[in-house]
């Protein structure tokens, strides 16, 4: 078995001017990336869109190559920078002219809760972790859906809550750990249960499937008022 050469491994052939290569086209390329995203009007990467962030991967995969690789030169890389930048232009000026390109590039903003419940039809495709979820619930300081009259999941992937006034708040499904642990197929003690998997409330004594979604896991629902 042949004995790894270290020195190939962390250094191969750099040498001090290909170091300063490297840096200098490194800083030349970073200050280009920055120039190109700043041309774009974002604010923060929250701000992207699935479209735009392809753009970004296209530009990254751009800027890499005459960062490391001395064969490659700036200039053809800054051609790609400029066609990049044309496309995205041409394209946001299509969408803002035309509703459909814009649907199709940016998305729609989808519907996760109503009237406190997750809307099955949307929830079940899968666009959403619901522990993740469920940390942006708790970030809201939402204790349980009940709190929630619509929660919207926005194109740029922020979470948008519009919430009950406190009269409206009713039993919802708890989302902080040690509540929505005690979850069970089981049914204990009469009382308002909520179903794990679309949220939905009802008052049992026996175990029972759910009448909106036919899961059968159930946890005690909370109708505590929201501490704003």
């Given amino acids: 078995m042949a004995a790894i050469n270290w020195q190939d491994v962390f250094l191969l052939d750099l040498n001090w001017s290909l170091t300063l290569e490297i840096t200098v086209r490194t800083f030349i390329m970073f200050v280009l990336v920055m120039i190109f995203l700043r041309s774009t009007g974002k604010k923060g990467v929250r701000q992207l869109s699935i479209f ?19 064969e490659s030169a700036i200039i053809p890389s800054l051609l790609v920078f400029v ?12 969408a803002a002219k035309n509703q459909r390109v814009e649907n ?14 997750f809307t099955l039809t949307e929830e079940g ?9 469920f940390a ?20 740029n992937g922020q979470v948008s809550f519009l919430f009950r006034d406190d009269e409206e708040v009713g039993y919802g499904l708890p989302v902080f750990p040690k509540a929505y642990s005690k979850k069970s197929k089981n049914i204990s003690e009469p009382m308002v249960y909520a179903c794990t998997h679309c949220g939905h409330t009802t008052e ?13 896991e159930w946890v005690a629902a909370c109708n505590n008022k929201r501490v704003s």
């Fill in 204 to 216: 049992l004594s026996a175990p029972s499937s759910c009448e909106r979604c036919g899961k059968d």
């Fill in 83 to 94: 066609v990049i930048l044309i496309t995205y232009r041409l394209i946001t000026y299509l």
């Fill in 125 to 133: 495709d899968g666009n959403f972790a619901k522990d993740e979820f």
């Fill in 136 to 155: 942006e619930i708790r970030a809201q300081g939402i204790e349980h859906l009940g709190q929630v009259k619509a929660a919207l999941l926005e194109t």
């Fill in 52 to 70: 735009e962030v392809a753009i970004i991967i296209a530009l990254g995969s751009a800027a890499g190559d005459p960062m490391l690789n001395s």
């Fill in 104 to 117: 199709i590039l940016e998305g729609v903003p989808m519907y996760i809760i109503e009237d406190g419940k």
